[in-house]
DNA sequence: TTTCTATATGCAATCGATTGCACAAATTTA
DNA sequence: TAAATTTGTGCAATCGATTGCATATAGAAA
């Protein structure tokens, strides 16, 4: 019981004057095995204080019921969600997760995505890094046979399962209704252009400008804006020009939008009469600034599990002849008070 | 290379007509190898796109570099810094983290508690549920061997290492602020009392109210007040008392601290000259609504680095006599508009 | 030249659980 | 009662990597 080495089916099997194999049998519930023989290996086991290792039955079962899931960042509400809602439906498949964080960094990408192969995950869910320059480490988890998911930031390029937000749809709808509220300067705050994501927003706000007659002025749309920070230089620069915007979409993400507030506040600029802010991603605290915040909801929560039910579907239907495909959750515009000043 | 199975050791040895074991040599590193076998090793596991199977390795290895995290939500901003902090630690020092989540339920923790020891992870680092009402699932853990650290919500009895702020103090010096600021009639709105942190806030609270020779009222102290509905309502409550508090601590979390700020404002009660506001959590959100809250900042992502960094003090000093210990993060009150009202 | 040592390689056991196959005992069916 | 099933059990191989021990070869020291 106290020994230093665990205890085995070996252990239980001297104790009981029987084979390990009917040990393994009795507490698996694979073959025949006499109920009071099941009962005393039950009770045993359990006198003991056996617990399986999971290591030894994986190599021999060429499985490992876990999943890998790598972040650029855990600590950031979006893919904090995504991760709660993977855990959610594994917990009831029995599959375990294995978090990996590359902080934006390919290398660290790299790295992680080499650590879940050779600990042989059944499947790697990822969004790619910021700085994620090629994808031959994603091309290699598909070649070793293991499942491939992707969410949110995708490499297009890759034939794998996608879970995406519509991404243009929704920056579309962010600036209909911008127009719609009588906003007529709409200027840009956009992300990475490496990453699909933030190139889909722009062209659903080029889109949506386009549609509605508006023209599009290059100054208006500003690069790498995406932290509390940068959004509010750029939002100085913008305000500075001669013919300055009268509505901002952030559409990096809130805190950048948290920026644009700060110094429009700061300038005595109102919001949402003379200036309109939108953001992205429903952050907690869009729900609480005065005014509050106009944002896109992206279901992050859903967004999770989606992914793992893609996997699960996927392993369960034995078809791995489905083709890749796409799946897209439709965000949502959540209208709030920094655009509202038709009431 | 493209064969079902994946390309194992033998596969190489095979191909350069020598055994496994100098394959396994070339590769780790360990024992002697000539120069040239140890490249065209390298060579023919890069050709044939080799990965090191770590399952088989950690089996016959005994250990498998792993770490378990088991939290109440991974999507709550506390624990996912602090899991942020320990992936931060663990990657440098090549452990991968297996991350579970116990829904606040109690037979949710005992499960993946039970799942990781299964897995053989070689630490599980934990913040009980606050459903847990025995810990026998805890010290099972220790009984088979594997390191246990808690953090923030600890099982006080047990004797692990834990890593947990001084809530009692951070408590302490939140009410010395509020009396510092004029305030008399300070209510509190109280966590779950079966958790030791709770318990530690509200003596903080009493204490401070002690030496400061206030009296202590019943009345004032509201019991699991910690959401934002139930900080609202109690707000609602102790602002009806024909005595009313002239200050709230809200020792649950930042977002009750909301509910009554949201409260405040709704009854035209101002904040901070009529009523004084105090959260727990440096949540983002706190720094930015009117006026902003002031709250304790638990350096969340130090917690998880400190807990990591205890777990490879020890195994590196193969120091397991090392005696169990408390390590303390001391928390900052982070003063704000909320209880600023003498400049 | 002989002895010794450092280097290189192979053999076979091991980590712990699972399972196909063989055989025996018990039970059912013909 | 004999033949056919259904159960119960054991044996030994297997999953893939690692490592102690034995052996062989090279070069170095005596």
Redesign the pocket.
């Known amino acids: 019981m106290n020994s230093k080495?665990?205890?085995?089916?070996?252990d239980i099997?001297q104790q009981l004057?029987?084979?390990?194999?009917?040990?393994?049998?009795a507490?698996?519930g694979?073959?025949?095995?006499?109920?009071?023989?099941?009962q005393l290996v039950r009770e045993t086991a359990e006198a003991l204080n056996?617990?399986?290792?999971?290591?030894?039955?994986n190599?021999?079962?060429?499985q490992t019921k876990t999943i890998g899931v790598i972040v650029p960042r855990i600590n950031q509400n979006f893919f904090a969600n995504v991760i709660a809602g993977i855990e959610n439906i594994a917990y009831e498949k029995g599959y375990s997760l294995i978090i990996c964080q590359s902080d934006e960094q390919n290398e660290k990408e790299v790295k992680s995505v080499n650590t879940l192969i050779n600990q042989r995950v059944e499947c790697i869910v990822i969004s790619v890094s910021a700085d994620s320059y090629n994808y031959k480490h994603l091309q290699n988890v598909i070649d070793q046979g293991i499942q491939l998911i992707q969410f949110d930031r995708v490499a297009e390029d890759l034939d794998t399962l996608k879970v995406i937000n519509d991404n243009e749809q929704a920056s579309f709808d962010a600036i209909r209704h911008l127009i719609e509220q009588g906003y007529k300067k709409i200027a840009l705050l956009e992300g990475p252009q490496n990453l699909a994501i933030f190139r889909q927003r722009k062209n659903g706000y080029l889109r949506a400008l386009k549609q509605h007659g508006l023209p599009v002025k290059d100054d208006y749309i500003i690069e790498n804006a995406w932290t509390k920070e940068l959004g509010a230089a750029a939002t100085k620069k913008l305000l500075g020009f001669n013919d300055a915007p009268d509505a901002i979409f952030a559409s990096t993400s809130d805190f950048s939008a948290l920026g644009v507030l700060e110094v429009a506040n700061q300038l005595n600029i109102k919001v949402p009469s003379q200036l309109g802010i939108c953001g992205y991603s429903n952050e907690a605290f869009t729900e609480i600034t005065s005014p509050s915040i106009t944002t896109v909801d992206q279901y992050s929560v859903d967004m999770g599990k989606t992914v793992a039910n893609l996997f699960f579907d996927r392993i369960e239907e034995q078809a791995d002849a489905i083709a890749a495909k796409t799946v897209s959750i439709k965000p949502e515009l959540i209208i709030r008070g920094s655009t509202s000043r038709m009431v």
Chains 1, 2 share one sequence.
């Open positions: 080495k665990g205890v085995t089916i070996y099997a004057k029987i084979t390990p194999s009917m040990v393994s049998r507490l698996s694979n073959g025949y095995v006499n109920d009071a023989t099941r056996y617990k399986r290792n999971t290591v030894a039955s190599l021999r079962m060429g």
